[in-house]
Structure formats: C-alpha cells, structure tokens
C-alpha cells in the first residue's frame, strides 16, 4: 500500500502555514540544527517510525555527520560520540517518548535542571518546540504512511 493520503496539502492546504511555523521556530539559532535532527532522529526510533528515522539519518549525512555517530543516536548514553549539551537534550527525548513508569514524573526537576545546563530559556523553548514537532510529524508519518526518503504530506 502506498501513502495514505499522497497530498495532505491538497485536503489541508493549513498544514503547509503549521510546518513553516515549526520550521521558523525550531530554526531559530538558538539550538544547533545538528542538535535539532539528533533528537529528531532518536525520537523516531523510540516510536519506531521508519519515515522519520530515514529522513533524519539523512539530514545528519547532508551536514556531514559520521556514520558512527549517526548509529550510535540508538545507545547515545553509552557512546562516546556526544557532547554534554547533546546528551542533556537527548535524555529530554528519552523522558518525553519513551513511557513513563507508573507514578512517575516524565521530565523530573533533576533532568530539566541538567538540560538547563547547557541551553538558555529560548534555546529550551525551542528545545521544547522540537520536541513538540517531532510529535507532530511523527503523528502524521505513522497515520498517512509516506514512503521513507518522501515527504510526509507529499507521495
């Protein structure tokens, strides 16, 4: 079965405005793009989404990152490949998608005052934001199914 939906712009022409919202927001400068796919990239993996896996793989081959540290996104806490910030900014995406254990905080004080480390209050916002996107499109990746290197509203 192909895309779902082939042109999601053709039924929702709207979503094209909350993409470049996400885009303009996310891409402000105050986190590092390669930062930005890294987390992309795992939270992909944590859901399990083909489409988002590939596409950020890609973007971290584009912008010149190591086949090794693009492999090792799956085991980040165990490699050595990643800076402190990274690691901070990973571990977020770990406590946002991954589930939590009954009764237990998702992004707990300690975590969030790790993360707060390494990035100001806008480039946490916008942390936040990638976070915030990566569910987004990973929610329309998994419902309207886009061959892996398309994309997402597009087939």
């Given at each position: 079965m192909g895309p779902r939906i082939p042109d999601?712009?053709?039924?929702?022409?709207?979503?094209g405005q909350v993409a470049g919202a996400l885009a303009k927001a996310t891409g402000n400068g105050s986190v590092p793009p390669v930062t930005s796919s890294l987390v992309y990239l795992r939270a992909g993996q944590i859901v399990g989404n083909t489409?988002?896996?590939i596409r950020h793989?890609?973007?971290?081959r584009k912008a010149g990152e190591p086949e090794d540290r693009i492999a090792a996104v799956a085991t980040w806490w165990d490699a050595p490949w990643f800076s402190e910030a990274e690691r901070a900014a990973l571990a977020l995406t770990e406590a946002v998608f991954q589930p939590a254990e009954r009764g237990r905080e998702r992004v707990p004080d300690d975590?969030?005052?790790?993360v707060a480390k390494h990035y100001d209050d806008k480039a946490l916002a916008t942390l936040m934001t990638v976070l915030a996107?990566?569910?987004?499109w990973m929610t329309v990746a998994m419902v309207?199914?886009?061959?892996?290197?398309q994309e997402a509203g597009k087939a």
């Open positions: 999601i712009n053709t039924h929702l022409p709207e979503i489409y988002q896996v793989s890609t973007d971290l975590l969030y005052a790790e996107s990566a569910g987004f309207l199914k886009p061959p892996a290197g």
